[in-house]
């Protein structure tokens, strides 16, 4: 266990924040759709679904980009966006390729 990671607070976790900075956490990130994660996310975010669903295949375009390609899971996969742009989606990618760049986006 360690202490949350919310300064002043001397709550032990399992986790990086305690319940109930880990709530206040997320609700200041706004909802999906404030994110940028509308309908049209939905609907691409579908199709690449349906297509690995229909055995197509995949690679990890950002694992891709550090030399290291692997297919991406058709059960567990993020819709990711370029780096530099997040209004351009780049394609499926693995979830720990994905959230290895959350901290940019803070």
Not at 2 to 13: F, W
Request: net charge positive; proline share 8%; hydrophobic share 25%.
């Amino acid at each position: 266990m360690k202490v949350c990671l919310e300064p002043g607070c001397p709550t032990l976790t399992n986790a990086s924040r305690c319940p109930i900075h880990a709530r206040a956490k997320d609700r200041a990130r706004g909802t999906r759709q404030a994110r940028g994660y509308d309908k049209h996310h939905d609907r691409l975010r579908a199709d690449y679904q349906r297509r690995m669903d229909a055995g197509e295949q995949f690679i990890c375009w950002r694992c891709a980009e550090q030399g290291k390609p692997h297919h991406v899971d058709p059960a567990d996969w993020h819709l990711g966006h370029d780096d530099l742009n997040r209004s351009v989606y780049r394609g499926p990618e693995c979830p720990p390729g994905n959230l290895a760049t959350a901290g940019r986006w803070d």
